[in-house]
């Protein structure tokens, strides 16, 4: 590999409107719910779902990190006895070809964060990936020295800055001279329980009817907890979306049973030619996105967020404080999509007031408070020998009248057995009235089971229908 001065835009090869890409549920973390121990699988979820959606309401973590490199290949015992902790990493993959020739990877699709990283290099070290039957030395892996491609970013390359800002220090660069061959700092990133540490490159991303040269994408040496790559989907420069212009991208999430399931669906991917740029697709509901008004903060930038005006359980208008549901100056409170969480997250004000109704519309049923510490979830319902059994709807209602009105194996779980039933959406133990720091809401994957949904970047709106996924 060799560095090399970068152009800041990419030509495509080939003048293709749309890609449709294989999308499928994870099965090497939470897709796999062992029946020897459920109420521990769902724990898993539960806190991982918490401990990624702590992550996105302080901010992304993205900073150069040259220890972390050099531990790499210097101090490998250090990483290996970073703990075992929750088994969840979100919840579907896609395969993507980089290189040249090619060298196909699969991803966690992740529309809460942009960077798209792979594993990299043979050293590639993974701490903490030994669970659910996967063997970290058989994590695939992108060899970059098998890429004629491949080229690592120089720090003055405008490139460098997509995650680092204009800012970014150069060490050992003269500042008048654009001749430096420094390379762009290492970067650390936080992923809720997870981690990864590399080095950005340019590469080819290889589609079969398009080919995306000098695409920015992390090589990844050292991780935590990270067995797969992220495909990076949110709003950042460094983002899928943004590198290749999409105009929208849309994916209808198969529906998970926390099984390994072989059954996919297509992520597509349009890059605008020859499609009327006003027009909406049709059956889908839509909401413009909303945009967070502190711009300083980098991480709120990331994110979708979301027109929420309403949450509704059965009939009840839950009347949740403004402040929850719309991101103040200060940037914190509002709604956010995010593919990379389990499953929806509120803030505990937020949650109280929805978790409440449901146990008063549904205290014909016995709530079982001891399964809610074992699981995380809750409120929790004995189902047993009510013949049928009714629950409330779950309905979110967003700008301009959409309704979200979810199927309710979107937002209730039979847990362990036919019995008993729990409430799919989580919260922390943070109790703060005035709200606490970032996204309010984080409308998870779980939720958007068997949903079309679309991001119509071009006209930045939030569309969504109810799909059966499944072929």
């Known amino acids: 590999m060799s560095s090399s001065p970068l152009f800041f835009f ?11 890409l294989p999308l499928s549920s994870l099965s090497h973390s939470d897709g796999a719910l062992p029946s020897k121990d459920p109420y521990l699988s769902l724990r898993r979820l539960a806190d991982s779902s918490i401990a990624r959606a702590h992550k996105i309401k302080h901010g992304a973590s993205v900073k150069p990190d040259d220890d972390a490199l050099s531990s790499a290949s210097t101090a490998s015992a250090t990483v290996v006895k970073s ?13 993507l070809s980089f290189g040249t020739p090619s060298q196909t990877i699969p991803f966690v699709f992740d529309t809460g964060s942009s960077l ?38 120089g720090c003055q390359n405008p490139k460098c800055q997509f995650l680092f800002g204009a ?23 936080q992923y809720g329980l997870g981690s990864t540490a590399g080095i950005l490159l340019t590469e080819t991303l290889d589609f079969p009817d398009l080919k995306v040269p000098d695409f920015v994408v992390g090589c990844s040496i050292i991780s935590t907890r990270q067995p797969a790559g992220i495909a990076g989907f949110g709003r950042g420069p460094e983002s899928i979306p943004s590198q290749m212009k999409l105009k929208r991208f849309s994916h209808c999430l198969v529906s998970r049973r926390f099984d390994n399931t072989n059954v996919t669906t297509d992520l597509d991917l349009d890059t605008g ?5 006003g027009s909406k ?8 996105f909303r945009k967070n008004p502190n711009v300083s903060n980098a991480a709120f930038l990331e994110y979708y967020y979301l027109n929420l005006r ?48 449901f146990a008063a519309q549904m205290s014909n049923y ?30 979110f209602e967003f700008k301009g009248g959409a309704k979200m009105e979810l199927p309710i194996s979107n937002y209730f779980s039979f847990v362990g057995s036919s019995e008993t039933v729990c409430l799919t959406v989580v919260s922390d133990n943070t109790v703060n009235p005035s709200g606490g720091t970032g996204p309010a809401i984080i409308l998870g994957s779980f939720q958007q089971q068997n949903y079309l949904v679309e991001y119509d970047l071009e006209n930045d709106r939030f569309g969504f229908a109810k799909k059966k996924c499944t072929p």
């Open 167 to 189: 800012n970014v220090q150069c060490r050992g660069c003269d500042p008048n001279t654009r001749n430096c061959t420094v390379a762009c700092p290492p970067y650390i990133l």
């Open 273 to 277: 030619s020859g499609h009327n740029s």
């Open 83 to 95: 703990p075992l902790s929750a088994k969840s990493y979100g919840g579907y993959s896609v395969s």
């Open 310 to 357: 309403r949450i509704y359980v059965g009939s009840k208008h839950v009347k949740v404080p403004y402040k929850f549901l719309a991101p103040g100056k200060n940037g914190n409170g509002g709604s956010i999509v995010d593919s990379g969480s389990t499953f929806t997250f509120m803030e505990r004000p937020v949650f109280t007031l929805v978790a409440e109704e």
């Open 366 to 395: 016995t709530r079982e408070k001891d399964l809610e510490k074992l699981t995380g979830l809750g409120p929790c319902f004995n189902i047993a020998g009510k013949g049928d059994v009714s629950v409330p709807e779950l309905i």
């Open 10 to 20: 990419f030509f495509l090869s080939a003048v293709v409107s749309a890609v449709k």
């Open 116 to 153: 798209v990283w792979f594993p990299c290099t043979s050293r590639y070290l993974c701490s903490g990936c030994s669970f659910s039957g996967l063997d970290p030395t058989q994590i695939p892996r992108f060899i970059p020295k098998n890429s004629s491609s491949s080229r690592v970013i």
């Open 281 to 288: 697709t049709p059956g889908l509901s839509y909401t413009p």
